[in-house]
């Protein structure tokens, strides 16, 4: 057997590719199958069943070198554009036949054919042009156009972009016009000129200096002009300077003389210094007699600033020298229904009293006041107070009273005020004496209830000693009462 060759032949699993789809068998680990219809190759995994796998070899997914595009698919113009470099304008793939170019750069081309073409070639030399080819803009022929073709002047006329006048074309020679205008021209000579100007317009003509003339409706402004007999109602514009007098300039209406002017102010009839009547007039700036004060002498000797009908009284505003400052009198709101006269202070210079601002009153009579409930206050020489009721408070000796207040019965804590009688009616409280007393200050401190000494209660010194001792008092005996006033800082209150 020596010498024997075998001849091997290795088979892979195969099947076609819809058989291997209806068994979808699960290969083993690195077995191959091939589908023999259409040439593809799938690798198993042990695991993972036919229609699951992916291909690793698919003939059909590969291009071949030597084939043309059409192994691809379909690829649009845009598609396309995304795999050139030097491609030059943008849209889609255009070929030979009857192709459509959207504003097309087409630089300088030998030769050309071009049918309804638009818009201006710049240097285009043309061949044979078609007869009423569409051709727009400037045309420049580089030899001689012995024929143009056929115009009428309307035709032509729609040609040109700077013509004046309007009907047919004009020549040199022998023309014919119809009511032209002009112009300024520098010189021009009419022979045997007649017939008559009817109505001709003429734009800013040079008379020079005629001897004479008649000149109806003239506008603008004549320099230097000396009119004769002007007629009646002539229609003269500008503004009119005589060299003689005026004796008369007829008879004109305020109305008709207020279109005269340009820079007047107000409207309706004209007012002339002597008892001139205003209405609604609105003075701006300073309007002053000789001394600087304006005076007014109104009929009923009242001015009168007037609201403004919906929310705002009338005002007058006094400012400061500077301006920067002002107080405004103003009248009471509509609410207040208000309608008095208020009278000055008489005397010599004053000021105004004001409801927020503090000031002192001198030598002044109240009449039946109702002062409120003042702080504080000092009277001087008052007479008619009722001493015997509506009076709270302290009232001095010296003014007729018994210099301490009605009694207090306090059954809490308590501070007490110079002049207090207090009267305890609950023990374990406090009654604290008053803070930075005066020489003279007195407080009274009684127990009202008889309990006191089962129940004490205290009289705490507030900072002062109590009979010269820094210590507060224990107030322990039944139905008791003390005075105490106040001597100094060393004894404090005296007991």
């Not at 000789?290 to 400012?319: R, Y």
Request: proline fraction near 4%; charged fraction near 5%.
């Amino acid at each position: 057997m020596e010498g024997l060759q075998v001849a091997d032949i290795i088979q892979i699993r195969r099947d076609t590719s819809s058989n291997w789809t209806t068994a979808n068998p699960t290969l083993a680990q690195g077995e191959l199958g091939v589908e023999t219809n259409t040439s593809k190759v799938k690798v198993g995994t042990g695991s993972t069943a036919w229609t699951s796998l992916g291909y690793i070899i698919d003939t059909g997914g590969y291009a071949v070198t030597s084939g043309n595009l059409s192994q691809f698919a379909a690829t649009t113009s845009a598609q396309l554009l995304g795999v050139l470099s030097d491609e030059t304008g943008s849209g889609a793939a255009v070929f030979a036949t009857s192709p459509t170019l959207v504003t097309p750069v087409l630089g300088t081309p030998a030769s050309g054919v071009a049918t309804n073409l638009s818009g201006t070639a710049a240097s285009l030399t043309a061949g044979s042009v078609t007869t009423n080819a569409n051709l727009t803009g400037h045309i420049t022929s580089s030899g001689n156009a012995a024929v143009l073709g056929s115009f009428t002047s309307a035709q032509l006329a729609t040609a040109l972009t700077n013509e004046t006048g309007s009907g047919s074309a004009v020549f040199a020679t022998s023309p014919t016009l119809v009511t032209p205008a002009l112009g300024t021209p520098s010189a021009l000579v009419l022979t045997n000129a007649t017939g008559t100007l009817t109505s001709p317009t003429f734009v800013t003509p040079a008379l020079g200096t005629p001897a004479s003339g008649v000149a109806t409706n003239l506008t603008g402004t004549a320099a230097n002009l000396k009119a004769g007999s002007v007629t009646t109602n002539a229609n003269l514009t500008g503004h009119i300077t005589s060299t003689g007098n005026a004796a008369v300039l007829g008879s004109f209406s305020s109305a008709q003389l207020a279109t005269a002017l340009s820079d007047e102010t107000g409207s309706g009839a004209a007012v002339f210094g002597t008892s001139a009547t205003l209405a609604n007039l609105v003075l701006s700036g300073t309007t002053a007699t000789a001394s600087g004060n304006i005076v007014l002498s109104p009929a009923t000797q009242i001015v009168e600033v007037k609201g403004d009908g919906s929310g705002v009284e009338g005002q007058i505003k006094l400012n400061c020298h500077a301006n920067t400052h002002g107080q405004t009198l103003k009248s009471q709101p509509h609410s207040a229904n208000v309608t008095n006269t208020m009278l000055l202070p008489l005397g010599s210079n004053s000021t105004l009293v004001s409801e927020v601002g503090a000031a002192t009153l001198t030598n002044k009579t109240f009449v039946a006041p109702a002062l409120g409930t003042p702080a504080s206050g000092v009277m001087t020489n008052a007479t008619g107070l009722p001493l015997a009721t509506g009076i709270t408070g302290t009232l001095a000796t010296t003014n007729g009273g018994s210099g301490a207040i009605t009694p207090k019965i306090k059954g809490v804590n308590y501070t007490a005020l110079n002049r207090d009688y207090i009267t305890v009616s609950a023990g374990s409280i406090i009654i604290t004496l008053p803070a930075s007393p005066t020489a003279g200050d007195t407080v009274t401190i009684k127990d009202g209830t008889g309990a006191a000494a089962t129940t004490a209660f205290t009289v705490a010194r507030n900072s002062s000693n109590i009979a010269s001792s820094a210590t507060d008092l224990t107030f322990d005996k039944n139905f008791a009462e003390i005075v105490m006033t106040y001597i100094n800082g060393t004894i404090g209150w005296s007991v």
